[in-house]
């Protein structure tokens, strides 16, 4: 069991790019998450996967921002003409549906910072 | 909607001491689950909670369920310098998967 991996650890970008996370969940997880994480707050949600379905998107996810999960596996979370504004953590999340007792384990996340 | 506060929001204890910190909700939750955090890291799952007045310990960490279920509480016994971070409380929001987490509480450990 090698945890929820992300990647890459650290990105930086101009603004108006685009970019790329990766999450790779725990391999038997179902639950995918994504937080975006500014300094000094906690995570704030921003949406999920059961399997593949994307079951709920928090309205931080703007229109920029788009997430994936093609085979219920590993997910990609993008943003489109990035601001200074995205300049955060972003933390993927996994846990296994069905269990009565849920956890959910975080990966190291992603620190993206826009100039 | 639903929030999370945690108390104290940030404390100092001298090494050996014991701490207490709180969450509370503004609703009811099913579920807490305790995180630290270090600097650049992801939050690590210290302790999950599932039942009304559930006491749970992990090694010098123990979190219990509180009975109206709108708070959690995690202590730790004897703090020593590696406890420094942040303690973060997380629960899901009534009828959904979408866990909402608190406003943390900075530990800092004086040696």
């Known amino acids: 069991d090698t945890g929820v991996s992300q990647n890459p650890r650290h990105k930086i970008t101009k603004r108006g790019q685009n970019v790329t996370f990766r999450c790779d969940p725990i391999?038997?997880?179902?639950?995918l998450y994504w937080y975006r994480q500014t300094l000094g707050q906690g995570p704030e949600f921003l949406t999920y996967?059961?399997?593949?379905?994307?079951?709920?998107k928090s309205r931080l996810l703007s229109d920029r921002f788009s997430a994936e999960r093609p085979k219920g596996s590993f997910s990609t979370l993008e943003i489109q003409r990035t601001e200074q504004g995205d300049s955060a953590m972003y933390l993927c999340?996994?846990?296994?549906?069905?269990?009565?007792?849920?956890?959910?384990?975080f990966g190291s996340g992603t620190q993206l910072s826009v100039l | 909607g639903q929030q999370l506060n945690q108390s104290p929001q940030s404390m100092f204890i001298q090494e050996g001491e014991d701490v207490s910190m709180n969450c509370t909700s503004s609703?009811?939750?099913?579920?807490w689950l305790w995180y630290k955090q270090d600097p650049g890291e992801g939050p690590v799952l210290l302790i999950a909670?599932?039942?009304?007045?559930e006491l749970t310990s992990n090694g010098r960490l123990t979190a219990q369920f509180g009975i109206t279920r709108k708070d959690s509480f995690l202590n730790i016994s004897a703090s020593i310098p590696s406890d420094v971070g942040i303690y973060f409380c997380?629960?899901?929001?009534?009828?959904?998967?979408?866990?909402?987490f608190g406003t943390g509480t900075r530990l800092k450990v004086l040696a």
């Open positions: 997380a629960g899901p929001t009534s009828g959904t998967y979408k866990y909402i």
């Open positions: 391999s038997e997880h179902n639950r």
């Open positions: 609703s009811i939750f099913n579920t």
């Open positions: 996967f059961q399997n593949e379905a994307q079951l709920e």
């Open positions: 999340a996994s846990s296994l549906m069905g269990q009565i007792n849920e956890k959910l384990f």
């Open positions: 909670l599932y039942k009304a007045g």
